[in-house]
């Protein structure tokens, strides 16, 4: 994606040694601690419904470059965070090919390989697109793994927007046919509470159903999707723009969000409901406080209005389809020789709707910090908060 300043690159695989990010363009000055990224980290790997390969990593970020005494220096930052799950793979995974493989070798990559492709997952377009004829080679970059660097990334972007005061956070507002219908009443109460639970749900009974939505779901080889909510506050007005379609910001976070493996849709505010809703209830009143600032009692528009922030929280909804690797077997095709056959099965998720939210959530930091580091501009810290007038 076209990012404006804060710029990134990620690589790794699922089962590779490790995964990998550098970041070019964080002003110097910015206090940031691999504590808190390690900890953004541990948040992406829990979650009621998630499979056995999160008992073996402990997903723990090394900062390489970038940072000095606990602040940026203004120097690209290199990121990695450790596969303990290598281990298990090295032959498989291995660089070279080995000219003279050990028998326990040869078996390993052949168990590993497959050729039966998962309906819902990138193998059969991955297959075609790259000329892969093992879809092990497909698997491995298209996986969800390689969302753990990504949420690194977005940890430093939200150690950024901490220096401004900008603040966010993400829910689960349903899993599979359970919907959170009781909100608690702010923002605050929301976090707290979503922040106790394993699914990430702010209201205990609808969590009890979700967790039993879950084992049900396990109990018949199956997987379920979900909905989630990702909001950011305390946003500046004018960030995005109307006067191209790829500045606006709405646009820009709904790519973010669209493009995380199994997201099918995204809602900036009351998304879809708007179709429903008459202009008059839609559009968010505005009114004068006594101080001379504007306020409003809806934020129907999600903080956006015209693709630009208009102050208001930023609220953005994404809708996670259900993992495609499942016991109970899809019929599909061997590629191998065509004939008809049941999909691949491996080691997988039953549902990874919160560790989902957790990765919308740095996505969209990332999207609100390369905005806001465009807009303010400045190489460090100083000049940057001169120019927010704080
Ligand atoms: C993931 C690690 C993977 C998967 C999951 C995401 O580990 P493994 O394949 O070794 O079990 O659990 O990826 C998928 C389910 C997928 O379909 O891409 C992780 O770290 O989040």
């Given at each position: 994606m076209g990012m404006k300043k804060f710029r990134f690159l990620t690589s790794g695989e699922s089962h590779g040694k490790c995964l990998n990010a550098i970041i070019e363009g964080v002003p110097a000055g910015i206090r940031i601690k691999a504590a808190i990224i390690n900890s953004d980290l541990a948040r992406r790997q829990?979650?009621?419904?998630?499979?056995?390969?999160m008992k073996i990593e402990h997903d723990t970020v090394e900062i390489?470059?970038?940072?000095r005494q606990g602040k940026t220096t203004g120097a690209p930052i290199c990121l990695e965070i450790k596969n303990n799950d290598y281990a298990n793979w090295e032959d498989v995974m291995a660089v070279e090919k080995l000219e003279y493989p050990t028998e326990e070798a040869l078996r390993k990559l052949e168990e590993k390989s497959f050729t039966k492709v998962r309906p819902g997952h990138a193998d059969y377009a991955g297959s075609k697109k790259y000329n892969l004829a093992d879809l092990r080679d497909v698997l491995e970059r298209s996986s969800a793994r390689k969302t753990a660097i990504e949420v690194a990334v977005g940890s430093i972007a939200k150690q950024i927007l901490k220096e401004f005061g900008i603040l966010g956070f993400s829910h689960v507002i349903q899993i599979g046919n359970v919907k959170l219908d009781f909100y608690p009443k702010t923002y605050t109460l929301i976090k707290e509470k979503a922040e106790q639970s394993n699914v990430m749900c702010a209201d205990d009974l609808t969590a009890d159903r979700m967790r039993k939505a879950i084992d049900d779901a396990a109990q018949e080889g199956d997987t379920l999707g979900g909905k989630f909510e990702v909001i950011f506050g305390n946003i500046p007005v004018?960030?995005?723009?109307?006067?191209?379609?790829?500045?606006?910001l709405d646009g820009r976070l709904a790519q973010a969000v669209m493009s995380?493996?199994?997201?099918k849709a995204v809602e900036i505010g009351a998304g879809v409901d708007s179709a429903s809703l008459p202009g008059s209830k839609m559009h968010d009143e505005i009114f004068v406080a006594r101080d001379k600032s504007i306020y409003r009692n809806t934020n129907n528009a999600g903080g956006i209005e015209g693709g630009i922030s208009n102050g208001e929280a930023i609220v953005i909804k994404g809708t996670m389809k259900p993992i495609?690797?499942?016991?109970k077997s899809l019929a599909t095709v061997d590629?191998?020789?065509m004939s008809p056959a049941n999909a691949h099965f491996e080691r997988s998720d039953v549902c990874a709707v919160p560790a989902c939210a957790i990765v919308a959530e740095a996505r969209a930091a990332i999207i609100i910090a390369d905005e806001l580091l465009s807009k303010?501009?400045?190489?460090?810290l100083t000049e940057m908060k001169a120019h927010y007038g704080i």
């Open positions: 829990q979650g009621y419904g998630r499979g056995e390969r390489k470059s970038g940072i004018g960030l995005g723009s109307y006067v191209h379609w790829d500045m606006a995380i493996p199994a997201v495609p690797t499942m016991k590629l191998k020789d303010i501009g400045g190489d460090s």
